[in-house]
């Protein structure tokens, strides 16, 4: 392929501005894609961290509070933004899950409007082109998050996307500047990441510096959108200091010395490092040679300043990852939105070459391989579901394992409420695994440390069984030690031998009280 082939999806026009027809078809193609994306999440149903903050909001607006009576790892921030269709599902009397998925595309829809209205008005010379992708990027917004769809990355990263294209219209040279009310907007509108975890501050700032460096001005840092995002963040931490002191102060530290410390570098490389390099890789084939996209090096950008968080927490989860590969998608199609031009994929050879121009085939690669951690559901198995809606009415439900998804969305699906103070066994586990490693690296006092508070958990979790007798007992198959343990060590034997098993799958085995008599349904 010569220099001068077009590896671009289209021509451009001059005019930024997409036409009558091109806007209807790209309005069409995307209440479509809403509807599509509607039935094709149902494979997925409401995730557990999703389902877990439901549960959190229904708990706080019925009287809990938080952090004393109901502990959530992360910062309010995380349940105040489900608030607002918890309560007002409450109010219409209808399920709170039907609502924050409709939270979530309204979040999809005004963060890609905004987007787009930034794009338009910076007059980007691929505006065009831009334009006939629009379904496409919005494709990824509402059909590719998958597993991470309604978590706070999820709606977080749709609403920063618009701060992203007004920081690629900042590092435009001799660009006349977007107005005052345009960027306030767009900085309320990107803040929302940032209040979900404050180190994705670090997707603002490389792009920032970026754009101070390509107009050789601190003006794009000190922008109004960033005044209103320091502003933000700033009334944030005042409000949690003020409202939930006990997070700062008793929580966070716990927090820090033991779920944090959990990392697994091996998963994190092979889920998502690897994939993310094809994905720069990609990046790099469709560079133009000699010249640097202000759209496609923001995006850039902002994907490798996603990969620290994601490094940070060395979780694995699928969602922890999301902001990092959606930025990088994205650069790889606003770089195919470029007018043709010299790059470095002169040459692309493929089965998928074949049937379509190299610069989509690439980029179709990189979203195929990049999707894979994103399509495996955590949802459990109807018949589970059903024998146990069968077996009760409206249960209070309690687990015994690590992972929250044993027991969310469950305890919503079978009509159960939740009767534990934590959402899981993450403090007993995490101080377990962390024992044993400092037992192993010889440091006997930390050992011994981390072990008391094994025992302070354990002890705790035993009374608040016995206080509160859950009718259901989520079990995951997958920890039989810390089960064990529990049993052997902290009385669970006799809790336990109260229950009799009635369903499993292959990560959940489910318990019910052998003097469980169903009461009548609860609305």
């Not at 494709?139 to 977080?156: D, M």
């Not at 997707?203 to 050789?216: D, I, T």
């Not at 940070?312 to 989860?317: D, I, M, T």
Request: hydrophobic share 50%.
């Amino acid at each position: 392929m010569s220099a001068s082939d077009d590896l671009s999806i289209g021509p451009v026009c001059n005019s930024a501005a997409p036409n009558v027809g091109v806007a209807t078809r790209n309005t069409l193609a995307c209440v479509g894609i809403t509807f599509l994306g509607i039935l094709y999440q149902m494979r997925w149903g409401t995730i557990p961290d999703t389902s877990w903050l439901i549960t959190v909001c229904e708990r706080v607006l019925s009287g809990d509070q938080l952090y004393v009576e109901v502990y959530e790892t992360n910062p309010p921030f995380s349940i105040w933004l489900y608030l607002p269709p918890v309560a007002l599902a409450g109010m219409l009397n209808v399920a709170p899950e039907i609502l924050v998925h409709a939270w979530t595309y309204l979040a999809a829809i005004l963060g890609f409007g905004l987007a787009c209205l930034v794009v338009r008005r910076a007059g980007f010379p691929e505006g065009s082109a831009l334009a006939t992708l629009a379904p496409a990027f919005y494709a990824l917004l509402v059909l590719f998050p998958g597993l991470a769809f309604s978590e706070r990355e999820h709606i977080g990263m749709a609403l920063f996307l618009p701060l992203l294209a007004l920081l690629a219209w900042r590092a435009r040279p001799a660009s006349p500047p977007p107005g005052l009310g345009l960027a306030i907007l767009v900085g309320a509108s990107g803040s929302i990441l940032l209040l979900v975890k404050p180190y994705y501050a670090l997707m603002v700032l490389l792009p920032a510096l970026f754009a101070a460096w390509r107009r050789r001005s601190l003006r794009p840092i000190f922008a109004p959108e960033m005044w209103v995002i320091g502003f933000v963040c700033t009334a944030y931490l005042v409000a949690v200091t003020s409202l939930h002191p006990e997070y700062i102060s008793d929580f966070l530290p716990v927090l820090t010395d033991t779920y944090l410390k959990i990392r697994g570098y091996l998963a994190l490389t092979l889920q998502y490092c690897i994939p993310f390099s094809f994905l720069m890789f990609l990046a790099w084939r469709l560079w133009p040679i000699g010249r640097v996209p202000e759209l496609a090096t923001v995006a850039t950008l902002a994907s490798i300043a996603g990969m620290f968080p994601l490094i940070y927490q060395a979780k694995g989860w699928a969602y922890h990852a999301y902001p990092a590969i959606l930025c990088a998608i994205f650069a790889l199609l606003c770089l195919l939105a470029l007018p043709a031009a010299a790059r470095r994929a002169e040459q692309w050879q493929g089965a998928m070459s074949l049937f379509m121009k190299p610069g989509i085939a690439m980029v179709l690669m990189g979203i195929i391989v990049a999707y894979a951690p994103f399509v495996t559901t955590q949802k459990p198995s109807a018949d589970l579901v059903q024998t146990v809606r069968s077996a009760t009415v409206n249960p209070t439900v309690a687990q015994i394992g690590t992972d929250l998804a044993v027991g969310h969305p469950l305890t919503r699906m079978v009509g159960g409420r939740w009767a534990e103070t934590y959402v899981s066994d993450w403090l007993g586990t995490s101080a377990l695994v962390l024992s044993a490693k400092a037992r192993r690296d010889g440091d006997v006092d930390e050992a011994d440390r981390y072990l008391a508070m094994v025992e302070r958990y354990a002890a705790g979790k035993r009374e608040e069984f016995e206080r509160i007798r859950p009718d259901i007992v989520a079990i995951q198959k997958s920890e039989p030690v810390w089960r064990k343990l529990l049993e052997s060590r902290f009385g669970f034997d006799r809790i336990m031998a109260e229950y009799r098993p009635i369903a499993e799958d292959d990560e959940v085995l489910i318990y019910l009280r052998n003097d469980y008599a169903p009461a009548k349904a609860v609305n």
